[in-house]
């Protein structure tokens, strides 16, 4: 599976930014779809996590500011984010795995990342 991950920009806080990730090579509805960000000198974090079925996951620190959602039909995850502030600043990742889990290392396949930075 291919993922390619899109939208990332400068915005300021407040403001916000729609990420998608466009997947190809496999059958996407198998897949949980994930999204995860970097920080310079941070460990990669889970952000949000969206099942086949639609069941969602969120992290406690985007609760309420972001939204994941998929189309099966179209292959692609997309990450809403709202009420941004520069915390969220990041290199956001999307990710696919078959199991149910929300731990990076057990995600099988990554996209390139896309850059958020949000200034105060």
């Known amino acids: 599976v291919q993922l390619q991950a899109s939208g990332g920009g400068l915005v300021r806080t407040g403001d916000s930014l729609r990420l998608s990730c466009a997947a190809s090579?496999?059958?996407?509805?198998?897949?949980?779809m994930g999204w995860f960000r970097q920080a310079p000198g941070k460990e990669r974090e889970f952000v949000a996590a969206?099942?086949?079925?639609?069941?969602?996951t969120l992290a406690d620190s985007v609760k309420g500011r972001f939204t994941i959602s998929r189309d099966n039909a179209k292959n692609t995850v997309t990450l809403e984010m709202g009420s941004l502030k520069p915390e969220d600043s990041a290199v956001y990742y999307c990710?696919?795995?078959?199991?149910?889990?929300?731990?990076?290392?057990?995600?099988?396949?990554w996209g390139q990342g896309t850059q958020v930075t949000v200034s105060s």
């Open positions: 090579g496999g059958t996407f509805s198998h897949y949980i």
């Open positions: 990710a696919a795995t078959v199991r149910y889990t929300y731990v990076a290392r057990e995600f099988d396949y």
């Open positions: 969206i099942t086949w079925s639609g069941g969602r």
